[in-house]
């Protein structure tokens, strides 16, 4: 078994709204071992940012619990904390708004060392500086720019640089290469993974490219409106997926070849909202295999496979899509899918048609 | 083929005059966008993608930025020379921008409902209260809950404030439309939804679209000619399938072999080598010499002519001599 370094326990934040509590992150529960990468993906709003940020306690949870090396850090007072700060830190999500505009680059990189007052003279400092310029790849003579001179990529790179500092063990990178151009990106995430096994670091890699995700991923949870809809190791997720969501979000991947031919499943029907959601799934607004029980208890996430984990009522009744790449040609994701209360051994062209005019008749 | 384009950029020149030295962003860029048609404009950050966007619309912040030389030729007329007073007539009613930034296009105190209305009230000549329920629609189509219609910027994530722009700008029924990498932030189901209705309003209102991304696979999907930039001038311009399947400028080639590919694993990404040039000290020649496999010594010295290979495929590289079927 691997080690656990860090646990999220039932961690749970809503936020005052004008229409009431919005249900950012709901009850989630999850492990992160020493040296891997968990992948986390969903849809935009579904409390990405909002998981790593409780997990560093950049947020205070409304309620639940992070478990650091052991230790429950969310019941720690802010002293008793400064020390597992250090170990824990995360790159943003938006390298142009997470940079202050009238810090220099050598500025952005020394405050975190500067504040946590790692050493005590200005020489050393500026030695750490240029060896972490080094070590992410920007140029010496970037010293004393300003971070809105430089391209998305060198900004990027600063952002690793200033997480890089206090040597952490555990770094949330939120989106690191989403604003990045394709040949910038497999540089940045072959940076990252040099650095990982060069400093023994432990991720959690927050995106909404799945591409990215799998590739750098040992692990993937999948969320959905503040819960975690399915969990399971990387490749067993591409190859065995179990959430329609899960599903949805694979068959909608652009694939970079005008020889393939995708087609998106397009989610239709009403989205739920996270404001005071009720005891339902919370796909299930928007679900092609809906039942009555969907929309009267909201699922357990529950281990269906070893490691692989669910959160749908019929999880085990729907038919496995296959690989979305069939030898270059790509077979409609719901030609092999089915209603969970249906046999699709018997007529599967039937049922498919009828699972499509029922889900045209929701959309009307 | 005849066509014509909508718009056409020649020999366009952006400088950005700073302390540290003078930013060549644009050199000799050259574009067309055709009419009803989708135009991908795919390159490595700090290529100069924004700036080609700003200077179509002649919005390049000036200064530092300064439109040195070229023309922006929009139905025949060069907005370049145009008088501001025209100029902002075209701006939002003809020609409408998806800023990279959803923050600069919102206001911070006012509600995301209010600010979609108002673009509706704007440009669809319609009353209060059918335009309210056009931009609860809008919201919806964009996959927001319609109850959240009263909140603020500020109380909405990253990529559900680049809906609400991009909602915005859907509404105004423009011409041309111009999306600064308007998926960037979205999850791939949303990303699907919202490229759908984009086609539809390209299908409804023939509307042209510059379509600024990095992501292969929506150009894929959703372009019908793509421009590959690099060091602020586009080196390859095709049509879609053409790019795809023959691409001929050796950065494109390093484009596509750098994307990871879900369908198979691979250990290590093969980036391009080297990084983007200083765009205040650009190598001679071909600026893409330093890092390129193929590299001769002419490419050291002359800037490459854009070269003719097909219809509907041009190339900026010395390896494909000007005016000769290359294949
Ligand atoms: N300070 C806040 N006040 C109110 N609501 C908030 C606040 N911060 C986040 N939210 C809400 O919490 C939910 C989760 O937001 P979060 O930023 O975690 O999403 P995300 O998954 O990171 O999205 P994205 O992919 O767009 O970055 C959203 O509905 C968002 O509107
Ligand atoms: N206001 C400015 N002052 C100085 N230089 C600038 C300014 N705006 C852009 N630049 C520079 O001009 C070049 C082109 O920038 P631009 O923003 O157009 O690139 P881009 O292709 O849109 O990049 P990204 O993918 O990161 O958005 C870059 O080198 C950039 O640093
Ligand atoms: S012109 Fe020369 S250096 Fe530039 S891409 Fe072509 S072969 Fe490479
Ligand atoms: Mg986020
Ligand atoms: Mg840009």
Redesign the interface.
């Not at chain 2, 496999?293 to 002359?302: F, L, N, R, S, T």
């Given at each position: 078994m691997k080690k656990v370094m860090l646990e999220a326990r039932e961690l749970t934040k809503y936020f005052d709204v004008p229409g009431g509590k919005l249900h950012a992150v709901d009850k989630v529960n999850f492990q992160i071992h020493e040296g891997e990468t968990l992948g986390l993906v969903g849809e935009s709003g579904c409390g990405k940012s909002t998981t790593g940020r409780l997990l560093l306690r950049l947020l205070e949870p409304t309620s639940g619990d992070v478990i650091f090396d052991g230790v429950n850090i969310t019941k720690l007072s802010q002293r008793e904390f400064r020390k597992y700060r250090t170990q824990m830190q995360i790159v943003f999500q938006d390298p142009y708004a997470s940079l202050n505009p009238r810090m220099s680059v050598a500025e952005i990189i020394e405050e975190p060392l500067l504040i946590n007052k790692i050493y005590n003279n200005a020489a050393d400092r500026a030695k750490r500086v240029k060896e972490l310029m080094d070590t992410v790849g920007l140029a010496p003579r970037l010293l004393n720019v300003y971070p809105h001179e430089l391209d998305g990529g060198r900004r990027q790179r600063i952002g690793i640089a200033r997480a890089l500092a206090l040597k952490p063990r555990f770094i949330v990178q939120d989106e690191p290469v989403s604003a990045l151009d394709v040949s910038i990106q497999a540089q940045i995430l072959n940076l990252m993974d040099d650095l990982q096994d060069e400093f023994q670091l432990t991720y959690m890699f927050i995106s909404h490219d799945l591409s990215v995700v799998k590739h750098v991923s040992d692990r993937i949870i999948v969320m959905y409106l503040g819960v975690i809809v399915e969990m399971a190791e990387s490749q067993e997720l591409f190859e065995r997926r179990l959430h329609p969501y899960t599903k949805a979000l694979l068959s909608a991947l652009p694939v970079p070849s005008v020889d393939i031919e995708t087609e998106p499943i397009i989610l239709k029907g009403e989205i739920t909202s996270p404001i005071n959601p009720k005891n339902a799934c919370r796909f299930a607004g928007r679900c092609a295999y809906r039942q009555d029980l969907c929309d009267q208890q909201q699922p357990e996430l529950r281990e269906l496979h070893p490691g692989h984990w669910v959160a749908c009522h019929f999880a085990e009744n729907l038919v496995q899509t296959e690989d979305i790449v069939v030898g270059g040609s790509l077979s409609h994701p719901d030609s092999t899918v089915t209603k969970p209360s249906q046999v699709i051994e018997e007529e599967p062209v039937t049922e498919v048609e009828q699972a499509k005019s029922e889900e045209s008749n929701i959309s009307k | 083929m005849t066509k014509k384009p909508l718009l056409e950029i020649k020999n366009l020149h952006v400088h950005y005059i700073?302390n540290?030295g003078t930013v060549q962003a644009i050199n000799d860029l050259n574009l067309e966008l055709y009419p009803g048609e989708t135009l991908g404009l795919?390159?490595?950050?700090?290529?100069g993608k924004t700036t080609t966007a700003l200077a179509m619309m002649r919005l390049v912040p000036n200064p530092p930025g300064k439109i040195v030389s070229g023309e922006v030729l929009y139905k025949g007329k060069n907005l370049v020379e145009m008088k501001e007073a025209d100029l902002r007539k075209i701006r939002g009613n003809q020609i409408s921008m998806i800023f990279?930034?959803p923050?600069t296009s919102l206001n911070p105190i006012m509600t995301v409902g209010d600010q979609i209305r108002e673009g509706i009230m704007l440009h669809q000549k319609v009353d209060k209260a059918t335009a309210t329920k056009r931009a609860m629609d809008m919201l919806?189509v964009v996959?927001?809950?319609m109850?959240?219609y009263?909140?603020y910027p500020h109380?909405?994530?990253?990529?559900?404030k680049?809906?609400v722009v991009i909602a915005i700008s859907l509404s105004c029924n423009p011409e041309i439309l111009i999306a600064d990498?308007p998926t960037?932030?979205?999850?791939?189901?949303?990303?699907?939804?919202v490229l759908?209705l984009m086609e539809n309003l390209k299908v409804e209102f023939d509307t042209s679209m510059l379509m600024i991304t990095?992501?292969?696979?929506?150009?894929?999907?959703v372009c019908d000619h793509v421009a590959i930039m690099y060091a602020g001038t586009v080196i390859e311009h095709a049509q879609?399938?053409k790019l795809?399947?023959t691409p001929k400028h050796p950065y494109t080639i390093?484009?596509?072999e750098?994307?990871?590919?879900?369908?198979e694993?691979?250990e290590?990404?093969?980036?391009?080598i080297g990084?983007?040039p200083d765009p205040t000290d650009l190598p001679t020649g071909c600026t893409f010499h330093p890092r390129c496999p193929h590299a001769m010594d002419i490419c050291k010295v002359e800037f490459p002519e854009v070269t003719h290979l097909s219809d509907e495929h041009w190339v900026r590289c010395h390896l494909y001599p000007a005016d000769k079927e290359v294949e």
């Amino acid at each position: 078994m691997k080690k656990v370094m860090l646990e999220a326990r039932e961690l749970t934040k809503y936020f005052d709204v004008p229409g009431g509590k919005l249900h950012a992150v709901d009850k989630v529960n999850f492990q992160i071992h020493e040296g891997e990468t968990l992948g986390l993906v969903g849809e935009s709003g579904c409390g990405k940012s909002t998981t790593g940020r409780l997990l560093l306690r950049l947020l205070e949870p409304t309620s639940g619990d992070v478990i650091f090396d052991g230790v429950n850090i969310t019941k720690l007072s802010q002293r008793e904390f400064r020390k597992y700060r250090t170990q824990m830190q995360i790159v943003f999500q938006d390298p142009y708004a997470s940079l202050n505009p009238r810090m220099s680059v050598a500025e952005i990189i020394e405050e975190p060392l500067l504040i946590n007052k790692i050493y005590n003279n200005a020489a050393d400092r500026a030695k750490r500086v240029k060896e972490l310029m080094d070590t992410v790849g920007l140029a010496p003579r970037l010293l004393n720019v300003y971070p809105h001179e430089l391209d998305g990529g060198r900004r990027q790179r600063i952002g690793i640089a200033r997480a890089l500092a206090l040597k952490p063990r555990f770094i949330v990178q939120d989106e690191p290469v989403s604003a990045l151009d394709v040949s910038i990106q497999a540089q940045i995430l072959n940076l990252m993974d040099d650095l990982q096994d060069e400093f023994q670091l432990t991720y959690m890699f927050i995106s909404h490219d799945l591409s990215v995700v799998k590739h750098v991923s040992d692990r993937i949870i999948v969320m959905y409106l503040g819960v975690i809809v399915e969990m399971a190791e990387s490749q067993e997720l591409f190859e065995r997926r179990l959430h329609p969501y899960t599903k949805a979000l694979l068959s909608a991947l652009p694939v970079p070849s005008v020889d393939i031919e995708t087609e998106p499943i397009i989610l239709k029907g009403e989205i739920t909202s996270p404001i005071n959601p009720k005891n339902a799934c919370r796909f299930a607004g928007r679900c092609a295999y809906r039942q009555d029980l969907c929309d009267q208890q909201q699922p357990e996430l529950r281990e269906l496979h070893p490691g692989h984990w669910v959160a749908c009522h019929f999880a085990e009744n729907l038919v496995q899509t296959e690989d979305i790449v069939v030898g270059g040609s790509l077979s409609h994701p719901d030609s092999t899918v089915t209603k969970p209360s249906q046999v699709i051994e018997e007529e599967p062209v039937t049922e498919v048609e009828q699972a499509k005019s029922e889900e045209s008749n929701i959309s009307k | 083929m005849t066509k014509k384009p909508l718009l056409e950029i020649k020999n366009l020149h952006v400088h950005y005059i700073t302390n540290e030295g003078t930013v060549q962003a644009i050199n000799d860029l050259n574009l067309e966008l055709y009419p009803g048609e989708t135009l991908g404009l795919v390159g490595e950050t700090g290529a100069g993608k924004t700036t080609t966007a700003l200077a179509m619309m002649r919005l390049v912040p000036n200064p530092p930025g300064k439109i040195v030389s070229g023309e922006v030729l929009y139905k025949g007329k060069n907005l370049v020379e145009m008088k501001e007073a025209d100029l902002r007539k075209i701006r939002g009613n003809q020609i409408s921008m998806i800023f990279q930034d959803p923050m600069t296009s919102l206001n911070p105190i006012m509600t995301v409902g209010d600010q979609i209305r108002e673009g509706i009230m704007l440009h669809q000549k319609v009353d209060k209260a059918t335009a309210t329920k056009r931009a609860m629609d809008m919201l919806e189509v964009v996959g927001i809950p319609m109850e959240r219609y009263d909140e603020y910027p500020h109380q909405f994530s990253g990529g559900m404030k680049q809906r609400v722009v991009i909602a915005i700008s859907l509404s105004c029924n423009p011409e041309i439309l111009i999306a600064d990498e308007p998926t960037t932030a979205l999850d791939v189901t949303i990303q699907a939804q919202v490229l759908q209705l984009m086609e539809n309003l390209k299908v409804e209102f023939d509307t042209s679209m510059l379509m600024i991304t990095h992501d292969l696979g929506v150009v894929a999907k959703v372009c019908d000619h793509v421009a590959i930039m690099y060091a602020g001038t586009v080196i390859e311009h095709a049509q879609k399938h053409k790019l795809y399947r023959t691409p001929k400028h050796p950065y494109t080639i390093g484009l596509f072999e750098s994307i990871p590919n879900v369908h198979e694993t691979t250990e290590r990404l093969k980036p391009i080598i080297g990084l983007m040039p200083d765009p205040t000290d650009l190598p001679t020649g071909c600026t893409f010499h330093p890092r390129c496999p193929h590299a001769m010594d002419i490419c050291k010295v002359e800037f490459p002519e854009v070269t003719h290979l097909s219809d509907e495929h041009w190339v900026r590289c010395h390896l494909y001599p000007a005016d000769k079927e290359v294949e």
